[in-house]
Nanobody, 129 residues
């Protein structure tokens, strides 16, 4: 059974930093592209960042470029999202997800949530002024 578990969310002041973690089990972490998504109250879920299965390519939403960094630790089966210079608009529930199929492109990671098949329960990030 595949499990995806996020952690690291919390309350932080604007300008601060948080690092989200996502641990996986039940799938070969080394073979799946991974993504971070977020959903703010009243809004649709949106892509934050993704990384290919070999970490050869990363992608970021325009609103997070230069502030967020995605990375993965293969021995620990863990995905990270380092978030710096947080702003109020970053407040949301953050979700980690694994691509629906293994061994997807080395050069492209999908931004569409429909391409991801294994989701965590989310971790809340709240940025205060």
């Amino acid at each position: 059974q595949v499990q995806v578990v996020e952690s690291g969310g919390g309350l932080v002041q604007a300008g601060g930093s948080l690092r989200l973690s996502c641990t996986t089990s039940g799938l070969r972490f080394t073979t799946y592209a991974m993504g971070w998504f977020r959903q703010a109250p009243g809004k649709e879920r949106e892509e934050v960042s993704c990384i290919t299965w070999r970490s050869s390519t990363t992608d970021y939403a325009d609103s997070t470029k230069g502030r967020f960094t995605i990375s993965r630790d293969y021995p620990e089966n863990t995905l990270y999202l380092q978030m710096n210079s947080l702003i109020l608009e970053d407040t949301a529930m953050y979700y980690c997800a694994a691509n629906s199929v293994p061994y997807s492109s080395l050069y492209y990671c999908p931004a569409q949530e429909s391409r991801y098949g294994n989701w965590g329960q989310g971790t809340q990030v709240t940025v205060s002024s």
